[in-house]
């Protein structure tokens, strides 16, 4: 599980970005936290659903993504507690940082 922080939709540029801060160490680094970006590229048959009482603060974690193959191609379930989201992707660029985190969680 990890503090969701932003959720972007491109339709430009058909992605779907989502930052994110990591409590635990990675390997290779000393730092506590991380800021974690995956940016899901070429996108399609993206599907978001939200239940009809809905509450922000019930999305606020990341708690899972799945990956299956259907047919060649990608698809990515992604469970943000009250949102589910799936769709599927052409490319996934990952992008890590170390943060200081304070104990409110995030990054400052």
Same mark, same amino acid.
């Given at each position: 599980m990890a503090d969701l922080e932003d959720l972007t939709i491109s339709p430009r540029? =058909? @992605?779907? @970005?989502?930052?994110f801060v990591y409590f635990g160490k990675l390997r !290779? =680094?000393?730092a &506590?936290?991380? $800021? $974690? &970006?995956l940016e899901f590229g070429g996108i399609r048959n993206l599907k978001m659903e939200l239940p009809a009482d809905y509450e922000p603060r019930a999305a606020e974690t990341l708690e899972d993504i799945a990956h299956r193959e $259907? =047919? !060649?191609? =990608?698809y990515f379930d992604i469970d943000m507690g009250d949102v589910k989201c799936t769709l599927a992707a052409e490319t996934l660029t990952l992008r890590v940082s170390d943060v200081d985190c304070p104990k409110d969680g995030h990054p400052s």
């Open positions: 540029r =058909s @992605t779907l @970005t989502i930052r !290779g =680094s000393d &506590e936290s991380h $800021v $974690v &970006e $259907v =047919s !060649g191609q =990608s």
